[in-house]
């Protein structure tokens, strides 16, 4: 069944030509124990190598059931191992961490026999060389003589035709040697077995028939086998090995050398730490220069008023530092008096504003200067209040139009109808965020203080230092009363306000105020944006324009050349200032522009400038850009050393691969024997490499995921540094996304790493591999 024809095989080391084996010719009966007997050097391992397919010969032909092997590929010589052959070894070759019934398995899983048939000729195979008892051993639990019946019992599971032996008794003692013997013996009862012996007594008590080797030639042979073969009835099933079997393998393998492995995953993680920690504090001082942009600019807007200051005029009119030498005087206006400019604010304008990308700003605040005319009922009667904490003492109306403001803040809602204002700079205290203009809200200072004029101007009585409990001013009542409900007309053509306030509160056009909520400042930076006491919506003062720009006294005044309330005379600006404060003018006195960072707030001032574009210094709208001196701290500077950090980071990355190439390298030749024992059970390059794949995956993985967790333990510190040291807290996050990608980064670059060397150890000769020790 088994055929050699004129096979020769020679190794050249330098000049120096082995002979190991020189023309040999010899055939193998289907069924019969062959033992060959030589002098150490002879050639007998090389030529069972070469009858197993474990090494190639130089010329002649391996013939296998009629068939010639000269056109076998490397598949098929993979396929014949494992299928047809079953090789015993002296050293027994156990892979040592694996299981007992593991080891025996291999063979099969390799060919991929089903888990269940696997495991019963496994087990059947160990039952028949007489472990049936020690199966559940592990391997270093095992005699030499039980490692010995462990190895045959690999080499019968698959039930191959040939069984090829290398001295299988050369480690044992006399009395175990001959039960191997006795065991081979019987299992060439329905087999051809090749023994490779030096010791010619046992060869010519259980062989059947003894071939004598010399210098790579066959001396003599005791029963020559002559019959033509002709039967070609020889098939191969090729293997192939399972990521999963090889990731078993590995796994195993890295098991039983804990400390080593979880040394080299933290070496190679250090690259990953490193990566980890630069991207989150990079994403966490990214936090928070936005979060101090954006405090910046909702402190420093962009504001445009009636009378503005233009900033490059007031820049470009600076005195000059040259003497002059002329002995002239020349007149000149002052720098800041040119710098003034009168905005006239239209419709047009307002339109302009209202078109800016949302994605720039979110809140747009208009200011009208319209008054109110509050009142609000203090024990059972109603009387005029304001908002204002200007002063302790209720100014009357006249009084009131003097003032330049009309009392309390005015908080801008954006553009989409939401609190972002209120939500980002202020903490609620009690109550809630309002939800339509007819909610207001009391603005506390950082230390829970309201300026007692605030809280006396709404019709409290209180006492300097006396303390209220939040629910004593949540929900108060205040009502807004339209100019035709509050004035009356006289006969002269002026204008009183009424004195029926309960008459007015309940007036149909009478809008109810409610105090829904107390809020308090968030940080220091934003302090001041709101003054404390009550603040209301630009949405309400918009609201009482709408309904005051018809009523009586406003079409009045807008005739008159005297003030309505006092008939004194007023000129054209005071005229306007009345009219606009009596909720005559809907357009806004003042405007202001949030935008969401410095980059956006610079795309706003494009827009605006764009607007003055051809028009005449009267028709130019000047805007204060109030953040222009604050510095801008943008993310430019961060990404900088972001990438220098990382670029840092990434070679120690570099690093750990290295090292991780130079693991598996020595993995491999610590596998050596291993590989050659694969190998020999039918496994192909491919699966080699695979093993080592998953080996360095597992390592990749576990020194990513290993990384991941110090980088997160290690924010907890870090951030407590940075708080002591800068105030900023939580400054370091790991963003989870990051994370998920430097632990996919760490296994590809670690495979990639190791991939190297897995392929020098898949391209390893199995018969030199089984050689080393
Ligand atoms: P035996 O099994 O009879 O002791 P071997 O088959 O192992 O003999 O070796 C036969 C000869 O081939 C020896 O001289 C040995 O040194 C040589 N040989 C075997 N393998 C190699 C190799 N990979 N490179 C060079 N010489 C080798």
Redesign the pocket.
Known sequence: MLELKHIKKY???GDNV?K?LDDVSVAFRKQEFVAIL????????????VLGGLDQYDSGDLVINGKSTKGFKAADWDAYRNNSIGFIFQSYNLISHLSIIDNVEMGMTLSGVPAGEKSKRAKDALVRVGLGPHMNKKINQLSGGQMQRVAIARAIANDPEILLA?EPTGALDTVTSNEIMQLIQDLSKERLVIM?THNPELAHQYADRTIE?SD?QILEDSKPYTDEVSSNDFKLKHTKMRFWTALKLSFNNIRTKKGRTFLTMFASSIGIIGIAIVLALSSGFQIQIDKTQRETLSQFPISISRTGTDQTAAQSSQQSDKVSKSDKITAKTSAAEKAQHTNKITQDYVNYLDKIDSSLTKNISKTYATGLNLIREVNGTYKPIQFSSASGNGMDSSAMLAASGIGGSVYPIDRNGNQTFLKTNYKLLSGAYPNSATDIVLIVNRDNTVNINALKNLGFKVKEGQKYDYNKLLGTTIKVVANNDYYQSLPTGNFVPNTDYTKMANASDTKTLKITGILRVKSKNSDGLLSSGIAYSDQLTKLVVDQNEKSDIVSAQKKSDTNVLTSQTVNAATKSTLISYLGGSSIPSNIQIYPTNFKDKDKILTYLDKYNKGKTKANKIVYTDLAGNVSSLTGGLMDAITYVLIAFAGISLVTSMIMIAIITYTSVLERTKEIGVLKALGARKRDITRVFDAETTILGVGSGVLGILIAWLLTFPINAILKSMTDLSNVAQLNPTHALILIIVSTVLTVLGGHIPARMAAKK?A??AL?SE
């Open positions: 190794y050249t080391v082995t190991a030589g002098p150490s050097g002879s050639g007998k391992t090389t030529m069972l190598n290398d490779v080797f790579g000769d018969a030199i050689r």
